[in-house]
């Protein structure tokens, strides 16, 4: 029998208190999502140690069924957050298809979250190529030659398929492939999520409306 993954106890209310380190924030209040979530963004790059603009996507597959991975946002503004993978992989087939997402940033030293569903549109031919240029050469090659989501033989298969295009383009910089570019979700929903102490966390929710955004909070 396998044994019993190692899931930590629920806190004392000791433990409550050592841990929760916003119990002396301001009230979670804000008329611009936007704004505020570029507020804690900017703070979560000052305290997370790996990837702040880690993000869950989760989309639906054709039968409906969830799926969900962790990509890096690459851009946010009052127009959305923008993203960029492989056209050909599943999360590039689903987001075509369905035109749908949501997003879930989880920055753990902040205790936050932030999470956003909305709408996906392809960014522009120019936005990809400029986001493209600032990516190291290596990463460009590996986009080349990876088949993003599709069987793989073997790890050598992969790396033969780097080292011909580090070929095909020189020591110079590969250009965009045409299988490679971004998205941006236009949210239409945003919820904040921040903890306090004794599981009575604050949830701040702004809907997209006519003319700008309705504010409301839920039960945690």
């Known amino acids: 029998m396998s044994a019993k993954p190692p899931i930590p106890p629920s ?49 639906v597959d054709a039968g409906g069924l969830p799926d969900v991975r962790m990509v890096l946002l690459k851009d946010a503004g009052p127009d959305g957050f923008v993203f ?63 088949q993003q989501s599709q069987p793989l033989p073997d790890r050598l298969a992969f790396e033969k398929a780097i080292a011909a295009y580090g070929v095909k383009f020189g020591l110079g910089k590969a250009p965009r492939p045409p299988h490679w570019s971004g998205f941006r979700l236009t949210p239409s929903h945003i919820e904040f999520w921040r903890d306090r102490p004794f599981r009575l966390h604050e949830r701040l929710v702004f809907d997209a409306a006519p003319g700008g955004w309705t504010t409301s909070r839920l039960y945690p």
């Open 84 to 146: 960029y993978t492989n056209l050909g992989s599943a999360k590039g087939q689903q987001l075509a298809a369905s035109g749908k997402a949501a997003l879930l940033f989880h920055w753990k030293s902040l205790r936050r979250q932030v999470r956003v569903r909305g709408m996906v549109t392809p960014v522009s031919a120019e936005e990809a190529d400029a986001y493209w240029a600032t990516r190291a050469r290596p990463a460009q090659l590996g986009a080349w030659a990876s």
């Open 11 to 59: 806190p004392t209310e000791d433990e409550y208190l050592k841990a929760v380190a916003s119990a002396d924030l301001p009230p979670l209040t804000a008329e611009d999502p936007v704004g505020l979530f570029a507020e804690w963004l900017a703070e979560a790059v000052k305290s997370e140690v790996n990837d702040p603009n880690a993000m869950a996507l989760a989309t």
